[in-house]
């Protein structure tokens, strides 16, 4: 069964300072996507960095970025310069390519608070 | 309007009643998907259209009941609900769901069951 695990029920980081959140997966495709999403207090689920799994390189959007290890099966993100407003619970998920319907699969979640 | 939409953003209804939730996207997607959300559990799949045709039924319960009359509308009707029904319901919209592409999602309904 294709799983995802965020063992970090909760974060707290001071604004300005660098936080990492961890993100484990266990599959047995080669070809995967793999997500991070942002739910604030509005609940509107908000994407924040994609990476395939066929590319080596690391994604980054602005502050946001990813330590993709694919033989370790580990997806961290990594947000820099935090900012009040990077306050929510964020998702990591799961995605194979085909027959799967687009299926995503969630983990639990890690709920960040941002410190000023 | 911009994005994907839901309405009505919060729902209550007895278990008796017949409801339904609505679902418009906006940026000319193939694919659109129903997400339930519980508290402390993560997200569940519930159902995907993929050019109108369901191609995913992730075992929900028959007092759900989805529809997709264009690739721009879905909705998810409810009838004789149960207080665990109670939840977030989240519609997301994609362009091809077998090629990976990112999923976008509405501010969900949420949903209580008395």
């Known amino acids: 069964a294709q799983t995802v695990t965020q063992s970090q029920p909760e974060m707290s980081v001071q604004e300005a300072e660098t936080v990492t959140l961890s993100c484990t997966y266990d599959?047995?495709?080669?070809?995967?996507?793999l997500f991070w999403y942002k739910q604030p207090p509005s609940r509107q689920m908000i994407l924040v960095i994609r990476q395939e799994a066929y590319k080596q390189q690391n994604a980054t959007e602005n502050r946001f970025s990813v330590n993709f290890q694919k033989a370790a099966k580990s997806f961290s993100l990594k947000i820099s310069d935090s900012q009040l407003g990077d306050t929510a619970m964020y998702f990591c998920a799961f995605m194979t390519s085909y027959n799967q319907g687009g299926k995503l699969i969630f983990g639990q979640g890690t709920e960040l608070s941002v410190k000023p | 309007e911009t994005g994907v939409t839901q309405t009505p953003r919060h729902l209550v209804m007895g278990m008796t009643n017949k409801k339904s939730l609505k679902c418009e996207q906006h940026l000319g997607h193939n694919a659109m998907y129903w997400y339930k959300q519980s508290a402390k559990k993560p997200l569940e799949l519930m159902f995907v259209y993929s050019l109108e045709e369901r191609v995913e039924n992730n075992s929900v319960p028959s007092r759900f009941s989805p529809e997709c009359p264009n690739s721009s509308h879905l909705f998810l009707h409810l009838h004789t609900l149960q207080p665990e029904d109670s939840a977030l319901y989240l519609c997301a919209s994609s362009q091809d769901p077998l090629a990976g592409d990112t999923q976008y999602f509405g501010p969900g309904t949420r949903l209580t069951v008395l």
């Open positions: 599959t047995s495709e080669s070809n995967y996507y």
